[in-house]
T-cell receptor, first 110, second 113 residues
Framework: DQQVKQNSPSLSVQEGRISILNCDYT??????FLWYKKYPAEGPTFLIS?????DKNEDGRFTVFLNKSAKHLSLHIVPSQPGDSAVYFC?????????FGTGTRLQVFP | DTAVSQTPKYLVTQMGNDKSIKCEQN?????MYWYKQDSKKFLKIMFS???????INETVPNRFSPKSPDKAHLNLHINSLELGDSAVYFC????????????FGQGTRLTVV
């Protein structure tokens, strides 16, 4: 039972353009959502989060949007840079643990 | 200065052996976790400890036994290793139980042959 889904395993974007990574969830009890970024041979690192009481959170080039009625969130990266190339994990929290999606591999090319 | 460090980074061992993975965090966090990332890239929580006390045990076989000698350390011991245990194991920590904004170690790639 996969409660957090990232249906796009990979995404390729040109440098300077917008990257949009999507995530869907099924559990309406989730109250906090996070995005993690992972480089090869490293652990995931926290990127940005959003509470279920908000619909948008912005941090520099990164913006997370939450659509609770659709149970959907997205991460926008503008402008995309080659250093953003990594695997991005969406995660959701219901009280005491994180549930992760399977990740989307983003490649930003020049 | 690494915030969450785990050793070893790579571990290759034969079926039936017993092995341990060590984890230490220097962030002063109260909660530590073990996650498993399998071949399908699912990253799933296995255990969480809050100040040396077990909080979460996610239907993990009894062959897996976490041990927390103090709140800065959470080790994972695995008995009678099986082929299906091959995965990347991540240690993580957070300020409080809930896993929000957790800091992860670099991972230990365990290969059972």
């Amino acid at each position: 039972d996969q409660q957090v889904k990232q249906n796009s395993p990979s995404l390729s974007v040109q440098e300077g353009r917008i990257s949009i990574l999507n995530c869907d969830y099924t559990n309406s009890m989730f109250d906090y959502f996070l995005w993690y970024k992972k480089y090869p041979a490293e652990g995931p690192t926290f990127l940005i989060s959003i509470s279920s009481i908000k619909d948008k959170n912005e941090d520099g080039r990164f913006t997370v949007f939450l659509n609770k009625s659709a149970k959907h969130l997205s991460l926008h990266i503008v402008p995309s840079q080659p250093g953003d190339s990594a695997v991005y994990f969406c995660a959701a929290s219901a009280t005491d643990k994180l549930i992760f999606g399977t990740g989307t591999r983003l490649q930003v090319f020049p | 200065d690494t915030a969450v460090s785990q050793t070893p980074k790579y571990l290759v061992t034969q079926m039936g052996n017993d092995k341990s993975i060590k984890c230490e965090q220097n962030l002063g966090h109260d909660t530590m976790y073990w996650y498993k990332q399998d071949s399908k890239k699912f990253l799933k929580i296995m255990f969480s400890y809050n100040n040396k006390e077990l909080i979460i045990n996610e239907t993990v076989p009894n062959r897996f036994s976490p041990k927390s000698p103090d709140k800065a350390h959470l080790n994972l011991h695995i008995n009678s290793l099986e082929l299906g245990d091959s995965a990347v194991y991540f240690c993580a920590s957070s300020q409080w139980t809930g896993g929000l904004e957790a800091f992860f170690g670099q991972g230990t790639r365990l290969t059972v042959v």
